[in-house]
């Protein structure tokens, strides 16, 4: 056998006696595995053996550095060479390669699903990763930032329908635990399936906030926008108004919860039912005018319940303008409010997060995730051209303030 050819018979015997000497086998023939690999791949860059005398070579030994190389079969031990010039990385070593992409998105998937850093840390003791911190589980976790960015930054389109809404979660600023929203945008574009349009975190949902996270949305392309739903939120109207110039849409579910709260519990279900017959007419005609009955029948009960009522029902039946086949998701936020209960499924586990950056992170992760799946779903709205040009042109002028 030549001399640059491997003894077979000697290396499984090596493997073999480290294998029934460890508690975990696999562990140790890796690491026996890996040492071999460096001793060799380093013979070859100094040209020579240990201390052995020749004129190929190109460099000399100096030892051995200790390194922990953390695997899908746990953390192994290894004494990795050094030489004199030029240094010597084992390419299996090298950050972040491809071999070790498994144990990274274990790490990555965790986070995303709400799992904290420090239970992330016990997860991987468990697979036997050792003694990785939570900030090393933070530097993994750092290119999902990129991720989120690109998905933030992506180009936009032609959209017909626009959901808006926020939720919030405690996050530390300045060493001070506080309230902040995550804004949200979703969005039918013109095929008829769904896709998350935007998301940013703000301090509240000011005007200004508000107008700010639209206009980034109109910067990256959105138009053909031609009814925002939303909740009553003075700021978002008005920003919808500005920047969107599209019909508004107000959330019919919180139009209930808002003038049920002003009726008593003990009259709310037969205030709610009257309600509800104002909801089920074809057309816009009918629905004010079992609206005025409602007015009628109580307003010298809950005149404060009315008033509501009578402020908010022209906004409400807004989604009267548009196909029958898309009223019942186009009436309320509660598409988005679904999203937003999966959000908060994921976060709460987090509790309170470390700063903007990490809320961000998840939240964008969520998104993106979710964004993905709709995409490839089936569609959510069916557009019949013909029909919706003609209802489109009825609410323009409505739509544009005429």
Sequence with gaps: MAKDRIDRNALAEKLWGAAVSEQDPLKAIAEHVAQ?????????????????????????????????????????????????????????????????????SVVQEAVVHGVSTRKVE????????????????????????????????????EFRYVWLDALYEKVREDHRVESMAVLVATGVNGEGRREVLG??????????????????????????????ISDAHKGLKAAIRKLLGAEW?????????????????????????????????????SAKAKAEEVLKR????????????????????????????????????????????????????????????AYLRLVGMILLEQNEDWITDKLYLSFEPEAQEEQVAAVLPMAAGK
Excluded at 67 to 82: A, E, I
Excluded at 268 to 279: C, G, N, P, T, W
Aim: hydrophobic letters at 35%; one cysteine or more.
């Design 298 to 357: 109580f307003r010298r009960r809950f005149p404060k319940a009315m008033e509501v009522f009578e402020q908010g029902s022209e906004d409400v039946l807004s989604y009267l303008h548009y196909p029958a086949s898309h009223r019942v998701r186009i009436s309320s936020t509660n598409p988005l409010e679904r999203l937003n209960l999966e959000i908060r499924r994921r976060t709460r586990v987090v509790g309170i997060f470390p700063n903007r950056g």
């Design 199 to 228: 998301l940013e975190v703000a301090t509240g949902e000011s005007t200004e906030s508000w107008e700010e996270f639209l206009k980034g949305l109109v910067n990256r392309g959105l138009r053909g926008v031609r009814l925002a």
């Design 122 to 157: 016990a997860v991987l003791e468990a697979f036997g990763v050792e003694s990785m911190s939570a900030g090393q589980v933070s530097q993994l976790c750092a290119e999902l930032d990129q991720k989120v960015e690109e998905f933030r930054k992506r180009p936009l389109g």
């Design 249 to 285: 849409q107000r959330c019919k579910v919180h139009f209930f919860r808002n003038v049920l709260g002003q009726v008593p519990k003990r009259s709310q279900a037969e205030v709610s039912e009257a309600m509800k017959a104002v909801f089920v007419q074809r057309d816009e005609e």
């Design 36 to 104: 071999f690999l460096m001793e060799a791949d380093v013979e070859a860059k100094v040209g020579a053996k240990p201390h052995e005398r020749s004129e190929e070579r190109t460099t000399y030994r100096n030892g051995y550095r200790e390194r922990r190389w953390d695997t899908r079969l746990g953390s192994l031990r290894l004494s990795v060479p050094k030489v004199r010039e030029g240094g010597y990385v084992p390419i299996f070593l090298e950050r972040r390669r491809r071999s070790e992409q498994a144990l990274i």
